[in-house]
């Protein structure tokens, strides 16, 4: 335990350091307080047992990713999917439009560009977000005219704006990636439902006369949740190293080259996009045809609404997981790219020839590894809907993206504060 205190003291007597700690904490404080604040002509209440009914579909996503904003009808509800959103499809954009990726290349002014249009992007995707959900939400909205649509959307749009401020605000003169902190906090901030959760299965089983197996049940649950912590933190650190050889050349007088590195490949290069991607497809026409028509007799779309209680929901979240991962991967990561760098700075991997051989055996290496990171981050996005199946247990509270962005965040966030330590020469956390 005193190792593990000694580095959060150290960083605390450093001034600027606990500047930037402090500042941090107060800027999610902020927005926790900003989830509390309702927006006006909003009923809480329906948008409460909206969540709650739906909490596998879109909007339990949103709900939980937003630390309960949207079942409080928060001005924070859309939390941060728009920027989300945004970003995703600039960093598309990126890749298909060649004039897009020359300008990213640009250094500082490029990527700053690419960010000013990401907040545009933002704010539009925030507006027909919150439009979507004035027309969808008829129940929720308390009177219905030109007035209140303007000051609900309005008021959903610059809370989704608001919190894209503090992020970068966090980004720029706090410690850690803002938006990534604000959904950790959120996730967080869902830890007391958890507890009431486990203490309401003790009870139940109590009141039946059974209460050695329910607490049988909560033990197995705490440590089926620590077992995929460890493995998630074990996946996203793994790492597969391709020995690079660089020649030596001389250069006037000078010798240059001639040093063995390594390129590190994560195991996990797609993070935790391919599960918002598979969650965001499954979900989307059930929410749709939930806001269309809610009380609907046709069996086809009564199938799609429930499609989540189907066995086969977890097979097809299996294989779409599977899909995005290596379509993701595919975008990141550019095989022919990395060897034609190797190859112009003088490079070479031993046993390989320069050119496409090395993009062949780059490709061939990275088809292995994402195989096996798509295989677990499939197998954790249908851990909880596994879980339900075997204990009867309902809405189990951790899923794979609550979970690698946990994992993710508390891991970026620790080197973050690390590198801050290493430069004053203090013993880090990951020594």
Do not use: C
């Not at 009914?53 to 937003?66: D, E, K, P, R, V």
């Not at 995707?125 to 129940?139: C, E, N, P, S, V």
């Not at 050349?249 to 390129?263: E, F, P």
């Not at 026409?285 to 009380?295: F, G, K, R």
């Amino acid at each position: 335990m005193e190792s593990v205190l000694s580095p959060f003291r150290s960083a605390w007597k450093i001034a600027d350091l606990r500047k930037k700690l402090i500042l941090t904490a107060l800027l999610l404080l902020v927005y926790r307080l900003g989830v509390f604040i309702p927006v006006p002509g909003m009923s809480a209440a329906v948008l409460a047992q909206f969540a709650s009914t739906q909490a596998g579909g879109l909007f339990g996503y949103l709900n939980i990713i937003g630390g309960g904003a949207f079942e409080r009808a928060s001005i924070f509800a859309m939390s941060i999917t728009p920027y989300i959103n945004a970003s995703i499809i600039m960093q598309l954009l990126t890749i298909a439009i060649p004039a897009l990726e020359r300008m990213q290349k640009e250094g500082e002014e490029g990527r700053k560009k690419l960010a000013e249009w990401t907040r545009y992007g933002t704010v539009i995707l925030g507006f027909l977000q919150a439009t979507f959900m004035y027309i969808g939400f008829r129940d929720a909205i308390t009177r219905r005219n030109v007035l209140s649509y303007l000051t609900i959307t309005l008021a959903l749009t610059a809370g989704t704006a608001f919190i894209m401020w503090l992020g970068e605000q966090i980004n720029e003169y706090g410690i850690g990636n803002g938006i990534s902190l604000i959904i950790f906090v959120n996730i967080i901030s869902s830890g007391p439902d958890a507890f009431k959760a486990l203490y309401a299965i003790v009870v139940g089983y109590s009141m039946e006369g059974m209460l050695a197996l329910g607490i049988l049940i909560v033990l197995g649950i705490v440590l089926v949740f620590v077992a995929v912590v460890v493995m998630v933190i074990y996946v996203t650190e793994a790492e597969r190293r391709i020995p690079v050889q660089y020649a030596k050349r001389v250069v006037g007088r000078k010798m240059y080259g001639g040093q063995s590195t390594h390129i590190p490949m994560k195991v996990n290069v797609a993070g935790v996009m391919p599960i918002i991607f598979a969650m965001s497809i499954l979900s989307f026409i059930p929410t749709v045809i939930s806001l269309a028509a809610p009380n609907t007799t046709n069996k086809f779309l009564l199938g799609l609404m429930n499609f989540s209680r189907n066995p086969l929901y977890m097979l097809v979240t299996a294989l779409l997981v599977l899909f995005f991962t290596f379509f993701y991967t595919m975008i990141a990561f550019n095989p022919v790219e990395l060897a034609n760098n190797i190859r112009k700075n003088g490079g070479f991997i031993p046993g390989i020839r320069p050119g496409k051989p090395t993009s062949d055996y780059i490709t061939k290496v990275l088809n292995r590894i994402t195989w096996f990171g798509a295989l677990f981050l499939a197998l954790v996005t249908i851990l909880p809907s596994l879980l339900e199946f075997i204990t009867g247990v309902p809405n189990m509270w951790f899923g794979g993206t609550s979970l690698l962005i946990m994992v993710g965040v508390a891991l970026e966030t620790a080197k973050a504060i690390e590198s801050q330590l290493m430069m004053r020469h203090y013993k880090g956390f990951l020594e």
